[in-house]
Antibody
Framework: EVQLVQSGAEVKKPGESLKISCKGS????????IGWVRQMPGKGLEWMGI????????RYSPSFQGQVTISADKSISTAYLQWSSLKASDTAMYYC???????????????WGQGTLVTVSS | QSVLTQPPSVSGAPGQRVTISCTGS?????????VHWYQQLPGTAPKLLIY???NRPSGVPDRFSGSKSGTSASLAITGLQAEDEADYYC??????????FGGGTKLTVL
């Protein structure tokens, strides 16, 4: 079974750093892009960026460029999303996704991790 | 403001048919990029419902169908059931912004 398992919920203070993880199993981790999606409380889905664990090629949404860092350790089939200085506005649920790309015109997200809730509050 | 536009809400009675639209532009859906749909049940992670405009993953009932035409796409749900009450999102690729989502549609089963 293809599965993405994310790290647990986090409660942090503004200005603190954070790194959350997403471990893939049941497939060749280095052969698929992994993405991160943000969902703020009561809001919709926002694509943040993607990484190809095979060579660590990384792309960011313009909205998140410079705000977060996406990385991966292919030796342990794990992708990461990190912040160097959290803000209250970073409070959200974060999902990792495996991306299937076909012919350059069709990229879909499946499966999704269970989500990591990040709460930033003083 | 999402790049792909969906109605905020739709509703229908059990057994009825509902459709959810997803309108884009010439830089995404209209450029030939496929549309995919996700279902998010309350308190859970989204799940792939339709991929490649009209394909259902294994395990998704054939009550769910997708289509695409021009700069728009649609998700249709027939034989509406109480368990279909959820948020639905469309997703595509944009030549400027890369991956983009619709704002989401809340389906209420009356």
């Amino acid at each position: 079974e293809v599965q993405l398992v994310q790290s647990g919920a986090e409660v942090k203070k503004p200005g603190e750093s954070l790194k959350i993880s997403c471990k893939g199993s049941g497939y060749s981790f280095t052969s698929y892009w992994i993405g991160w999606v943000r969902q703020m409380p009561g809001k919709g889905l926002e694509w943040m960026g993607i990484i190809y664990p095979g060579d660590s090629d990384t792309r960011y949404s313009p909205s998140f460029q410079g705000q977060v860092t996406i990385s991966a350790d292919k030796s342990i089939s794990t992708a990461y999303l990190q912040w160097s200085s959290l803000k209250a506005s970073d409070t959200a649920m974060y999902y990792c996704v495996r991306i299937t790309m076909v012919r350059g015109v069709s990229n879909w997200f499946d499966p999704w991790g269970q989500g990591t809730l990040v709460t930033v509050s003083s | 403001q999402s790049v792909l536009t969906q109605p905020p809400s739709v509703s229908g009675a059990p057994g009825q048919r509902v459709t959810i639209s997803c309108t884009g532009s010439s830089s995404n859906i209209g450029a030939g990029y496929d549309v995919h749909w996700y279902q998010q049940l309350p308190g859970t992670a989204p799940k792939l419902l339709i991929y490649g405009n009209s394909n259902r993953p294994s395990g998704v009932p054939d009550r769910f169908s997708g289509s695409k035409s021009g700069t728009s796409a649609s998700l249709a749900i027939t034989g509406l059931q109480a368990e279909d009450e959820a948020d639905y999102y469309c997703q595509s690729y944009d030549s400027s912004l890369r991956e983009v989502f619709g704002g989401g549609t809340k389906l209420t089963v009356l």
